[in-house]
């Protein structure tokens, strides 16, 4: 069994199902991606697996414990952290003041994990001070990411993580989430760049009407024909 396995998530807002049977796993160390066209239920599917969406029908295990029925606030205590793609910093508050909210849970000492933090992302240490909403759109990116890392997450998810930013601050996003799952931490990712994201995914899901169209490797999945024609552009 994967380390987090969310199985045949069936629910949706009202009474429309958004998600019909679709299942998202990743093991400790995997980047795990959900692409797809807009509307296929991917970032639904993220909310859902946090906790954020209740199941009609499906369930969330993380490390053989069933998470099902958890709240958000209880999903983080049992290890998951979650990077929602829009309002994912406090602008008023300075960056470290943002990596601090991250531990909020915590009652040991983080400064350990805040330094790992500026390890990372080195532009956080150099503008701790500074409030969050003055920083470009990939800065806040990092702030957002970090501030999830401050709660020690074995898995971090992180919908749309490259939104709006230009291509070489996607490639530097990249790069430090592959640091990331070096270090253990299981990363389940919804991204638009689909092309670019399954090139680091150890597997990727291919969305469509909120049900599994293709899994596979990230590698398998850029190389079969039928999932670059209609998903990827050709």
Avoid: W
Avoid at 29 to 35: D, F, L, M
Avoid at 133 to 153: F, I, N, Y
Avoid at 185 to 201: D, G, T, Y
């Amino acid at each position: 069994m994967s380390f987090l396995k969310a199985e045949g998530m069936r629910g949706g807002y009202g009474n429309d199902d958004i998600l019909n049977g679709c299942t998202v796993e990743a093991d400790k160390g995997e980047i795990a991606v959900i692409v797809g066209p807009n509307g296929a239920g991917k970032s639904t599917a993220m909310k859902a697996v946090f906790g954020m969406l209740a199941l009609r029908e499906g369930s969330v295990t993380l490390d053989g414990r069933d998470l099902t029925k958890l709240k958000p606030t209880e999903r983080v205590a049992e290890g998951m952290s979650f990077v929602p793609q829009v309002r994912n910093v406090f602008p008023t508050l300075t960056v470290e003041e943002n990596l601090e909210m991250g531990a909020f849970l915590r009652r040991d000492d983080i400064s350990g994990t805040m330094e790992e933090v500026y390890g990372l992302f080195p532009i956080l240490k150099e503008k701790r001070r500074q409030p969050a909403g003055e920083l470009s759109g990939g800065q806040r990116q990092q702030v957002a990411v970090g501030r999830a890392l401050m709660t020690k997450p074995t898995v971090l998810m992180l919908d749309e993580p490259t939104a709006g930013v230009s291509p070489i601050v996607m490639d530097e996003l990249f790069d430090r989430i592959i640091e990331i799952a070096r270090t253990g931490i299981a990363v389940l990712m919804v991204e638009q760049n689909a092309k670019q994201a399954l090139e680091i995914a150890t597997r990727g899901y291919v969305l469509q009407h909120g049900t599994n169209a293709y899994t596979d490797t990230g590698e398998a999945l850029l190389a079969n024909p039928e999932v670059r024609r209609t998903f990827l552009g050709g």
